[in-house]
Nanobody
Framework: DVQLQASGGGLVQAGGSLRLSCARSGFTSDDVAIGWFRQAPGKEREGIACFSAEDHATYYADSVKGRFTFSTDNTKNTVYLQLNSLKPEDTAVYYC??????????????????????WGKGTLVTVSS
């Protein structure tokens, strides 16, 4: 079974940094799309970063572009999201999610409402002002 486990959240002051990790296992295909999403209290879930094997490209939402960085370590089966220059509005529960087999480019997952099949439990990031 595919499993995803996000970790690394915490409390940080505005301007600070965190690195989120997502340990993944159980994938049966090399064609994988992995995304980071977040949901703030009272708000809809937002897709913020994604990599897809469909085009081997990394996408970022405008709200995090230039501040957050998506990376992978295939030797550890882990993906990361480096969060820099954090703002209070970045406070949210952060989730990693994935799709495998037939995957789309990330614009579909982040902006066009295509859902990913596999979701991990979230990790809370709180940014104080």
């Amino acid at each position: 079974d595919v499993q995803l486990q996000a970790s690394g959240g915490g409390l940080v002051q505005a301007g600070g940094s965190l690195r989120l990790s997502c340990a993944r296992s159980g994938f049966t295909s090399d064609d994988v799309a992995i995304g980071w999403f977040r949901q703030a209290p009272g708000k809809e879930r937002e897709g913020i970063a994604c990599f897809s094997a469909e085009d081997h490209a990394t996408y970022y939402a405008d709200s995090v572009k230039g501040r957050f960085t998506f990376s992978t370590d295939n030797t550890k089966n882990t993906v990361y999201l480096q969060l820099n220059s954090l703002k209070p509005e970045d406070t949210a529960v952060y989730y990693c999610a994935a799709d495998q087999g037939v995957v789309y480019n990330c614009d579909y997952y982040l902006n066009q409402g295509i859902g990913m099949d596999y979701w991990g439990k979230g990790t809370l990031v709180t940014v104080s002002s």
